[in-house]
C-alpha cells in the first residue's frame, strides 16, 4: 500500500505544479487582454472626441466678406 502511495504522490505533485502553471498563465493573459482592451478604448475615445471638437465648434470669420 505505500509503494502504491509513494508511486502516485510524484505525479499528483507534478499534476499540481503544471495546473497553478496553466492557472497563472491564463489569468495573466485574461488581464493582459482587459488592459489592451481598456488601453484601445482609451484611445478610442481620444481620437473620437479629436475629430468631433473641431466640427462641433463653428469658424468665425469666414462670413465677412
Known sequence: MIAIAVGIIPSIGVGLLFWFVMRTII????????????????????????????????????DAA
Do not use: F, K
Open 27 to 62: 489569468r495573466a493573459d485574461r488581464n493582459e487582454r482587459a488592459a489592451i482592451a481598456e488601453q484601445e478604448a482609451a484611445e478610442a475615445a481620444r481620437s473620437a472626441g479629436a475629430t468631433q471638437t473641431p466640427a462641433a465648434e463653428p469658424t468665425q470669420g469666414t
